[in-house]
């Protein structure tokens, strides 16, 4: 099951670069939250804070409360964090060096399960999950990289699912692939949502009405409007979210 | 401790453990560099309080009187090596040239894995391939034209040898040549091909490109390329002991042995007898050392400066 | 005519660069020849086979020196290697930028042109006087401290090559940066770092100043590891400055089988390496 997530007061820095003022946000559990905005805005950053990999990021800094389910995550240890919180990146990033089936069980493999049987039915599971198991089970043995972009990407889904997460945050998740992968990677997120919550920052504002329960549009580093995806797109409360999704700018 | 806490409490370990490992080895490097220094200075300490300055301008290295200098060594080596260098600098920037403006791809990568071959050749072969090869070819027919045409400057007069100075030098540029086109090449892939695209819009030749753009840009480079070839040659031990002559003798031919720092300590080192001789050849190392130590540590630099990027090369 | 001079000086520079690249591959056919030419003969079963035997007599082989130039080459590679790996994670995942990582960078290149010799030297006041005796294990020491800058520099490069990508991915899955390092990065980077490393060690199996007087060299086998041991390379010296034709043979038999083994370990290193980036 998903798990909510509560945004307190977020400041987050690159150096002495300021690029999240204080946002501030409910994210409710089993929906998918798009993230829009104009490259530069932040939306990139403010997922990143949510698994603590901002923290990663040499001279970067956040402050705030992100509550879990109530838990404040600053208060706890990023690595747990991270396997309640999986994320899928922009471009697809599977380990070259191991098979396929070594990608999808990377997490819990290198967190120290070694029961070969779970091992395999985790594999099936997420990979059915990410809609790749019949493409791949009969070469499971073979490099990650031998797979085409799309499935590449939804092999780093399959990955992040396998050590059962509650929130899915995806950073632009079809942005490197052709319109085809693109719409399975939709289809996908779309099945996915009844077992988690997802956060999926994209550029592309077709896609968030598409596939998004809730919409929300940072600009400058802040959260300017917030609500029902219909909403947002049909009657935003906001001149410049208006001015965004007409295309006035960005 | 519940399980999450020890999961916990082992990822802390394991994260701060292999940091501090790495950084231990990390350490190992500057460590090693300071325990060079500091053995080589302290295994000379009695040469050093003997003779003091001295050392460095006696040209007298007699074990059976116990008088040691080194002047003769220094002589060698830095002759040896600037014959090396006179004969090896231009050859490997031409090299470097061919290869990284003239050749094609496919020509590159050919003859850089064979430039790279004559660096993995080990010293002691191309030693033994002077002493039969070179040397006789230099005794019978290089040294007796040199001393017919040339002959009227001291530097080439005498009668031909073959083991000597010229032998060394010879050797060495051979053994040098793959460092200086290596790093000339380097710092020339570093440069930008707008600056050869700009130099070919106003109209220049490739030769006229090759100078405005590339080799103003990348001369520093190439100079530090240069000097990291002088410091293997200064150093270079096998090839020069088995040629040079080994005699400790300041001789203006060049076809007249001769003798360097590295070959006196592998010819002499494990034959010193008495503590006062092999301390003498221990600051002969620690001379070595600091020379190749201030030159490498500068070439580097040089190096560093250009192939790191651009900083606003200006047209010469 | 001006413009006629500069065709002219181009094409003269032109040509002189080619051949001066000419110029430089003469030695290497000159002595990769000639070690063949004179090698080959003397190189059979018994040379691989048989210890030396005593000047005068014929026939006689190097076994104890080509073994024991293996066993140099792995004391130190088990030394020299993991050093260098471990010092290279911590240059590209620890400390990339800070003036620490550059002051330990640039000592390392330094390190790299400081003369063998000198390790030599520094391995005898150290060691060899210590302990009493020449030993193989102090030229494996002597050759391990070679081998770690080379090791350090050719493995931070193919580190640098693992993009961050593959490090977040890591993280992202709540595995710990120490397994995330260990387990995802060197993987990913294993093949150049084997690459680098088959190099470091071609680069020291040919060495002999730093071995003259650390390993000494040894007519017969040695037992243990605190003995003298005999290496191609010392053997080669040895013989090829003896004034006995027999010996010289040995020599050059021993060079075509010393060069056989670094020119195998340099270009199925490179040759490797290639194909993986293609």
Request: proline residues 4%; contains cysteine.
């Amino acid at each position: 099951m998903g798990q909510s997530l509560s945004v307190r007061n977020l400041e987050a820095w690159y150096g002495s670069n300021k690029t999240l003022h204080g946002i501030n946000m409910e994210i409710a559990k089993n929906e998918v939250t798009a993230i829009i905005g104009p490259s530069g805005c932040g939306k990139s950053t403010f997922i990143r804070c949510i698994n603590r990999m901002h923290d990663t990021l040499p001279g970067a800094k956040a402050t705030g409360e992100i509550l879990l389910d109530g838990a404040n995550i600053y208060a706890n240890d990023p690595v747990e964090l991270r396997r309640t919180v999986g994320m899928v990146f922009q471009k697809p990033n599977p380990f070259p060096a191991m098979s396929i089936f070594d990608n999808v069980v990377a997490g819990l493999k290198l967190n120290g399960m070694r029961n070969k049987k779970k091992l395999k039915e985790a594999a099936e599971k997420s990979l059915n999950m990410a809609a790749l198991w019949d493409e791949v089970k009969d070469r499971l043995g073979h490099s990650g990289m031998s797979l085409s972009g799309g499935q590449q990407q939804r092999l780093c889904i399959a990955r992040a699912l396998a050590v059962e997460p509650s929130v899915l945050l995806m950073d632009e998740p079809a942005s490197a692939l052709d319109p085809i992968a693109t719409l399975r990677i939709e289809e996908l997120v779309t099945q996915l949502k009844s077992s988690y919550t997802i956060v999926i920052v994209t550029h592309n504002m077709q896609q968030a009405a598409r596939i998004a329960d809730s919409t929300a549009f940072f600009l400058n580093g802040e959260l300017v409007e917030h609500g029902a995806t219909s909403d947002i797109f049909m009657t935003p409360r906001d001149k410049r979210t208006e001015d965004y999704i007409t295309g006035r700018f960005g | 401790m519940n399980k999450q806490d020890k999961v916990r409490t082992r990822t802390a370990i394991g994260d701060l453990t292999l940091r501090l490992l790495t950084l231990g080895m990390a350490l190992v490097v500057v460590g090693l560099m300071i325990w060079i220094g500091w053995q080589m200075y302290v295994s000379s300490q009695e040469s050093i309080a003997k003779f003091g300055w001295s050392f460095l301008t006696n040209r007298v290295w007699d074990p059976v009187k116990e008088n040691f200098g080194a002047l003769p060594f220094i002589y060698g080596t830095l002759v040896s090596s600037l014959i090396a260098l006179a004969l090896a600098g231009p050859i490997g920037v031409g090299v470097a040239i061919f290869l990284n403006e003239m050749a094609s791809r496919k020509v590159r990568s050919v003859i850089s894995f064979l430039v790279e071959l004559l660096a993995a050749i080990p010293s002691v072969v191309y030693g033994l391939w002077a002493i039969f090869i070179l040397a006789p070819m230099l005794r019978n027919s290089v040294e007796p034209w040199l001393n017919k045409h040339l002959g009227f400057i001291p530097l080439f007069q005498g009668s031909p040898v073959g083991l000597g100075m010229l032998a060394g030098g010879l050797i060495l540029a051979i053994m040098i040549l793959p460092t200086i086109a290596a790093i000339s090449r380097e710092v020339m892939a570093a440069v930008p091909n707008t600056q050869r695209e700009a130099a070919l819009a106003l109209g220049a030749t490739k030769w006229e490109m090759i100078r405005i753009a590339v080799l103003a840009y990348s001369k520093s480079g190439i100079l530090g390329g240069v000097m990291l070839g002088l410091g293997r040659a200064l150093g270079e031990t096998m090839a020069v002991t088995m040629v040079i002559g080994n005699r400790p003798d300041i001789l203006p031919s060049l076809f007249a042995p001769a003798y360097s720092m590295a070959a006196v300590i592998a010819n002499e080192f494990t034959e010193a007898t008495y503590s006062l001789y092999l301390s003498s050849l221990v600051e002969i190392g620690l001379i070595l050392f600091a020379i190749t130590l201030v030159l490498n540590a500068l070439a580097r630099l040089l190096v560093w400066s250009v192939s790191r990027g651009p900083k606003g090369g200006q047209l010469v | 005519m001006k413009k006629h001079r500069r065709k002219y000086v181009n094409a003269l520079m032109l040509a002189l660069f080619s051949i001066a690249t000419l110029i430089a591959l003469v030695p290497l056919f000159g002595v990769l020849g000639y070690v063949f030419k004179n090698g080959v003969m003397d190189v059979n079963l018994k040379f691989f086979l048989d210890l030396p035997v005593p000047m005068g007599m014929t026939g006689g082989g190097m076994a104890n020196a080509i073994v024991g130039t293996l066993i140099l080459i792995a004391i130190a590679s088990v030394l020299g290697i993991p050093i260098g790996i471990l010092a290279a994670i911590y240059l590209t995942e620890y400390d990339r930028l800070s003036w620490f990582s550059t002051l330990i960078r640039f000592t390392t290149d330094v390190l790299t042109g400081i003369p063998s010799i000198i390790i030599g030297i520094v391995v005898y006041t150290a060691i060899v006087v210590k302990m009493k005796h020449f030993s193989a294990f102090s030229g494996g020491i002597a050759l391990a401290i070679i081998m770690i800058p080379v090791v350090i520099r050719s493995t931070e490069e193919m580190l640098k090559l693992v993009p961050h990508t593959i490090r977040e991915a890591g993280y992202a899955l709540g595995i710990p940066r120490w397994r995330t390092i260990i387990q995802i990065v060197l993987p990913t980077a294993a093949k150049g770092i084997v690459t680098g490393s088959m190099l470091a060690v071609a680069r020291v199996a040919g060495e002999t100043a730093p071995l003259l007087f650390t390993a000494l060299g040894n007519q017969y086998w040695a037992h243990n590891l605190n003995q003298p041991i005999a290496a191609l390379p010392l053997s080669i010296y040895e013989y090829a400055t003896s004034p006995y034709k027999q010996w010289h043979e040995q020599a050059w038999a021993g060079s075509l089988v010393l060069i056989f083994l670094v020119i195998i370990l340099n270009a199925t290193a490179r040759l490797a390496f290639r194909t993986r980036n293609n």
